[in-house]
């Protein structure tokens, strides 16, 4: 059985490698401590629900999204990192993150954009839509993101009717079919977490940064040894992956 200070090893070493991504495996221990530092950014005041979603769909054809050929993307989707919504109910906050800071594209800034400047009821009504086009195999995991979002106060229970409950793919398709999104929620925020504050003139459209000082400044004081082991990689991951200067041990 390897011990937590193995699997941060393999972490630092491996995000030095070329197709590795280290943001798909790092997030799971992010996750535990964005709520805190998302909340400690000043000028914004959160104070977020406890439920958050990750990967979190954004249809295509809600925000306008084309494809090369200059087609809409219609029931397509990208995901954002993370939705919160603060515990008011009315706030959504969209949370992307970055390992390294040169991984944000213009693409992905656009539809970011996009989705700053779309109604959030609209966004909820796309997630409905994409359930309603999934074909049957993969409709059972997006029940479970509805139920989640009933859960978060984003979508209703009408006649108490949970998403998660409903076995029977017709119903539940009619359910998201008659649903009427919530209304009366502000623009969303969009947040990005990433290593350094470099390049951050390129976020100006944007709500906000948490750097991964910023993170380790949100870890607990008294740490076990999986809170040890983040802080000390974060302070590894502000280097760029790839650099010759440190083996990228822990």
């Not at 290593?195 to 910023?214: M, N, Q, R, S």
């Not at 870890?219 to 200067?245: F, N, Q, R, Y």
């Amino acid at each position: 059985m390897p011990s937590v200070a193995e699997v941060f090893q393999r972490l630092n070493k491996w995000r030095h490698l070329p197709a590795y991504q280290l943001e798909r495996r790092a997030d799971i221990f992010i996750s535990f401590y964005l709520k805190d530092a998302l909340e400690k950014i000043p000028e914004l005041d959160l104070h977020l629900d406890g439920i958050f979603i990750p990967e979190f769909p954004i249809r295509g054809g809600t925000i306008g999204a084309v494809n090369k050929k200059g087609e809409l993307q219609k029931n397509s989707s990208a995901k954002v990192d993370y939705l919160f919504v603060d515990k008011t109910r009315d706030q959504p906050v969209f949370v992307e993150l970055k390992t390294d800071d040169d991984s944000i594209s213009p693409e992905q800034l656009k539809y970011l954009n996009q989705v700053k400047q779309t109604e959030f009821g609209n966004l909820t009504k796309g997630v409905l839509q994409i359930f309603q086009s999934t074909q049957k195999p993969f409709r059972n995991k997006y029940k479970h993101l509805l139920s989640d979002m009933q859960a978060m106060g984003l979508l209703p229970y009408p006649d108490g009717r949970d998403f998660i409950k409903e076995v029977d793919d017709k119903k539940a398709l009619w359910l998201a079919k008659d649903m009427e999104p919530i209304s009366g929620f502000k623009k969303p925020l969009v947040i990005f977490v990433k290593p350094t504050l470099d390049k951050a003139d390129e976020l100006d459209d944007f709500d906000g940064i948490v750097t991964f000082d910023d993170l380790r400044d949100s870890l607990p004081d008294e740490k076990d040894e999986i809170t040890t082991m983040l802080s000390i990689a974060l302070g590894k991951w502000k280097v760029k992956a790839g650099s010759l200067d440190q083996d990228g041990s822990a």
